[in-house]
């Protein structure tokens, strides 16, 4: 996110194609490592079947909307591809949430081991909810960003996401009512899981 701020303000001289393709390429390490780690935590073929191909769609999808400029020049295509990739990417990312979460609440593990799944789990809340915003987003127009910058709505919804993990209040004002209580609810679930992973491993 902080490369794609530099090339919109022209600090480096980076097309933003370029820039789509290098964060496909990383985008696609990242969903060949969380398919492994998946794998660990569904024993069930059909479901990890389901969570490749979410994988691939998600994939192919945020590949298109940032790479292809039929699609990053057109408001309405963008909307659709970027809906289709976050509502796909938001489902392997709740099977990673709920695979990881059992790991380190049901099964006991070294200190080490378990802080490093809970940090995990933390960061997993921050793109939970950057892919939520998105979809909210996509879906109604003008709640996260102005139809005509609609190719940035994952870049503020990344920067709403993560700000919230700190504090309640947002980084960019006004903020839709409905994108405000989505950070709220953001921001209490992480404080909350905070105090419970603390709780757990003290018990330890």
């Known amino acids: 996110m902080f490369l794609q701020e530099l090339i919109i303000q022209e600090r480096i001289p980076v097309t933003m194609t370029f820039f789509g393709i290098t964060q496909s390429i990383i985008i696609l390490c990242l969903i060949i490592t969380n398919s492994f780690f998946v794998k660990e935590f569904i024993p069930n073929k059909g479901w990890f079947y389901l969570v490749c191909i979410l994988n691939g769609v ?72 950057t892919f939520f915003i998105t979809i909210s987003g996509s879906v109604f127009p003008n709640m996260v960003v102005a139809p005509d910058q609609i190719s940035n709505i994952d870049a503020v919804a990344n920067k709403l996401a993560f700000y919230a993990l700190a504090i309640m209040d947002s980084p960019f004002d006004p903020v839709n009512p ?17 105090v419970v992973i603390i709780g757990r491993l003290l018990s330890k």
């Open 58 to 129: 998600s994939f192919i999808s945020i590949t298109i909307s940032h790479t292809v400029p039929a699609v990053t020049g057109d408001p309405e295509l963008y909307k659709m591809f970027s809906l289709v990739g976050a509502v796909a990417v938001l489902s392997t990312l709740w099977f990673t949430f709920m695979g990881a979460t059992k790991d380190i609440f049901k099964l006991k593990h070294d200190l080490g081991y378990s802080l490093l799944g809970a940090v995990n789990i933390f960061i997993l809340i921050g793109f939970i909810f």
């Open 178 to 194: 409905f994108i405000r209580n989505i950070l709220m609810l953001e921001s209490i679930f992480a404080h909350l899981f905070v």
